[in-house]
């Protein structure tokens, strides 16, 4: 896998998850099933419905495939 390649996954959110300030803090992912990716660290980040991406730790999200 490549630098720029990612791992494709759903995740259950059991709680909404909220951006942090500055930055993110208007980005929300609700509560339940989303698609997710990885990039080449491990780190995972919820495929907003727009587009974007948001960061969650993991803590926050139970991994469902």
Do not use: C, W
């Not at 630098?3 to 992912?29: C, M, S, W």
């Not at 419905?49 to 469902?64: I, N, S, W």
């Amino acid at each position: 896998m490549s630098e720029q390649e990612t791992k494709r996954l759903k995740i259950y959110l059991p709680r909404a998850v909220h951006g942090d300030f500055p930055i993110g803090h208007n980005l929300v992912a609700e509560a339940g099933v989303h698609e997710a990716v990885t990039n080449q660290h491990g780190a995972v980040s919820v495929l907003l419905a727009d587009g974007r991406l948001l960061g969650v730790k993991p803590g926050e999200f139970e991994q469902l495939q």
